[in-house]
């Protein structure tokens, strides 16, 4: 993808905004909200007023021509530019960056082996090298649940760019990439993860999408940071009082009633040689 | 191990937990021998930083014994006296490297809160809330210092206990406030709030070239202390008013520096304070500027308004217009104290500082909600209690 938008960017300058709405759909939320507003004016009380609410929202949509929901819904100019190079129905795309204060060569060789990764990150059960190039991930889930996929490793044409895909057989598929550049003035390296999933369902999808990412860019967040601790400190913080004790990945205590019985789940980070400099 | 949790806005109690271990190769584990109240630990009590939850031990201001080290760790043994400065600086990051360890990029284990609220993630910090980490605070029999070769300092000879702990926090807090005024020789400072920190500033202001100082605070017992100890000229707020005093005393120029020791829940005579406390009470923002306006409309052109005191969210009516065409500076931050215990302890052995009169109420752990009460409403002269868990 030469010559990226940012995936901040949210619209071309040369198109409309996204969620701009055409003629037709500005005159039919203007004419609906209209009789919603007066139907609920009519009816009075509790339902009368959410109608007219509803239907006063339609009237200023129609009015603006600036649709919240169909903004939501159209990918970003680098989510349209993937999915035309991919031959991807549709996109969607999170992306994190941090800066390692570490040499390029040093972090490449880390994260070309995922299952380096694995001991670094909370919700991460277990990363088990199947074949050359191919890892299994297990992930815990919302009540008790494992979740499972395989990422195959393919070659790039730059030696500091990393990628992966999921295997054929995922439901969504997903295409993460790692870019690495010198920081400048002697900071480290700048380390850029761009994840890209393709949705079924078109652009419901697309949605759901959306909005399940405000879990995953947390979770990229977490794991950009947790590597760069790996490099930088040689070990993951943790604020735990012991090892049986819950990570509180979303701020919620284990319980400090739990008895201690499995101290191999212990994730803290991994010894690794160098990794304190 | 017993320790003293917070299970809700003005709500402390005394549970049993249990002991911390060691899980990080650079953890050390601390039996904590004194450990303070801060001021900002009201913010806390106060419902102020919503990433509290139910049983987090507060607490982040303490010295103590080594009772375990990680294999990582250097230079410490089990047995050693320390203090622990309470912003964790990993010493491996580049803002660490250059001495920022306030900045520190590793030490945060739940960065996602503050790269929310604040642009990018925060360092962690000892006892304070989820945002900087979770951390179990010092309130406790024992607690886990990580990244101990960075934040742990062994007290030298010849100072006290009483001393030492305020070295963990109080200490240079003060002095980086002090220090990021830029102070001149000559300089006239003044200093908005005489608990603990601001004590500690007023001091510092005079050990980094300060000719005078001007204390602001409304209780009597406070100024006395800065006028006793650190020979400050004091300015009751409720009985005078602060600016005019303020240009009175400097010639109408205004202070050379000014430095905010008091932060998001300061109190007022005026009627921009009643503003900010009710909508504070309303939760429309979270922070009372009155110490902050008065400070930036007080100093004078071309001068340095330093901030130690606790913000932690959105400011109205901010007096940008006076920062801009006053060309002021604004600095800030959470104290780096990495940076500034050996100096401090110099200060100390050489008598040229004395934080031991902070200490006003030596207390049991179990009394550890009686001391935040006092220590809140100021009874009895209250400046810090001091929990010998």
């Known amino acids: ?277 | 191990m017993r320790a003293l949790t917070w299970q809700g806005p003005n709500k402390l109690q005394i549970d049993n937990v249990p002991d911390p271990s060691i899980l990080n190769p650079r953890d050390a584990i601390i039996r904590v021998t004194l450990s303070s109240v801060c001021g900002s630990d009201l913010h806390l009590l106060g419902g102020y930083v919503p990433a509290m939850k139910p049983g987090d031990i507060i607490g982040h201001e303490f010295m103590g014994e080594i009772v375990e080290v990680g294999p990582g760790v250097t230079g410490l043994r089990k047995g050693d006296k320390v203090i622990t400065i309470s912003i964790i600086g990993c010493g491996n990051c580049e803002p660490c490297q250059r001495s920022d360890f306030s900045c520190c990029d590793n030490s945060n284990p739940n960065p996602s809160a503050t790269d929310l609220m604040y642009g990018q993630p925060c360092c962690g910090i000892i006892g304070y809330s989820h945002a900087f980490g979770g951390y179990p605070g010092s309130h406790a029999t024992y607690i886990r210092v990580p990244f101990a070769d960075v934040n742990l300092f062994k007290v030298p000879e010849g100072v006290s206990d009483e001393q030492a702990v305020f070295v963990s926090d109080a200490a240079p807090t003060g002095y980086f406030a002090a220090d990021n005024a830029g102070i001149q020789p000559g300089d006239t400072v003044a200093v908005w709030g005489c608990g603990g920190v601001g004590q500690m500033a007023i001091c510092s202001a005079y050990l980094l070239g300060a000719e005078r100082v001007i204390a602001i605070d409304r209780f009597p017992d406070r100024l006395r202390l800065a006028q006793e100890h650190g020979k400050a000229v004091t300015i009751n707020y409720e009985k005078t008013n602060v600016h005019e005093a303020l240009l009175e005393l400097t010639g109408g120029r205004g202070p050379d520096r000014c430095i905010d020791c008091v932060g998001m829940e300061a109190h007022g005579t005026e009627i921009d304070y009643a503003y900010d406390k009710a909508k504070q009470m309303l939760r429309l923002h979270t922070e009372r500027g009155t110490v902050l306006r008065q400070a930036i409309r007080a100093c004078r052109k071309g001068g340095t308004v330093s901030v130690v005191g606790v913000y932690g969210g959105l400011l109205d009516k901010f007096p940008m217009g006076a920062i801009v065409n006053k060309a002021l500076t604004l600095k800030s931050g959470q104290q780096p104290g990495q940076r500034y215990a050996p100096t401090l302890f110099e200060h100390i052995q050489k008598g040229e500082l004395d934080p031991s009169y902070l200490l006003t109420h030596p207390m049991s752990l179990e009394d550890g909600a009686q001391g935040y009460q006092w220590f809140k409403e100021k009874t009895d002269q209250c400046l810090r209690a001091v929990f010998k868990p």
């Open chain 1, 1 to 277: 993808m030469a010559d990226d938008p940012l995936i901040a960017t949210h619209t071309h300058r040369d198109i409309d905004q996204r969620g701009a709405m055409n003629t037709v759909e500005r005159a039919l939320s203007f004419t609906t909200g209209a009789a919603l507003l007066f139907h609920g004016w009519r009816t009075g009380g509790l339902p009368g007023a959410l109608e007219a609410a509803a239907g006063a929202y339609g009237v200023y949509r129609g009015a603006v021509g600036h649709c919240a929901l169909k903004q939501a819904l159209t990918p970003t100019p680098l989510e349209q530019q993937w999915s035309a190079e991919h031959h991807w129905p549709i996109s969607a795309a999170i992306t994190r960056s941090i800066t390692i204060n570490r040499p390029l060569d040093d972090i490449r060789t880390f994260i070309s082996g995922p299952e380096n990764l694995g001991p670094l990150l909370r919700w991460i059960d277990s990363v088990e090298l199947i074949a050359p190039g191919t890892t299994r991930w297990t992930i815990r889930a919302p009540g008790g649940r494992r979740l499972h996929w395989t990422l195959v490793q393919t070659e790039t044409a730059q030696t500091d760019k990393l990628h992966w895909k999921t295997s054929g057989t995922a439901l969504w598929e997903h295409d993460v990439t790692v870019s690495l550049t010198p920081a400048p003035a002697g900071r480290g390296t700048q380390v850029k993860a761009i994840v890209v999933c393709k949705p079924t369902m078109g652009r419901v999808g697309y949605g759901l999408a959306r909005a399940f990412s405000m879990f995953s860019d947390k979770a990229l967040l977490n794991a950009l940071q947790a590597l760069k601790q790996q490099l930088e400190t040689g070990e993951v913080s943790t604020n735990r009082l012991r090892p049986q004790d819950d990570d509180d990945f979303f701020y919620v205590h284990g319980s400090t009633e739990q008895v201690a019985t499995d101290h191999a789940t212990v994730k803290t980070g991994v010894a690794i040689e160098g990794g304190i400099h």
